[in-house]
């Protein structure tokens, strides 16, 4: 991809739901995040139009199909990693 070619790094996330600035649920990160909590950030900086959704705490991620339920902080990304958003599913 041209992001990637760029700034060498390039993160694919996948929204649970359209979101302003990302109507096909799709967005490309291509400025380098070393964490989650960093890639929350960058979303945000990316879709500000959208940043209240993008706090919904609710919404777990998961890396590479691997759902990340805490510790964001210390799940590192890399280079071609991809994230999904996904929302909290309650159930009793």
């Known amino acids: 991809a041209l992001s990637r070619w760029t700034t060498g790094f390039a993160v694919r996330v996948e929204l649970p739901q359209a979101l302003p600035g990302a109507p096909d649920k799709l967005v490309v990160i291509d400025e380098p995040v070393g964490d989650l909590k960093d890639l929350r950030a960058a979303l945000a900086r990316k879709l500000p139009q959208a940043a209240g959704a993008l706090d ?37």
Do not use: H, K, Q
Request: no cysteine; glycine share 14%; proline share 3%.
């Open 56 to 92: 919904d705490t609710s919404w777990n991620m998961a890396v590479n199909g691997s759902m990340v339920l805490s510790g964001e902080s210390a799940t590192r990304l890399v280079d071609g990693d991809r994230v999904a958003l996904v929302p909290t599913i309650a159930g009793g």
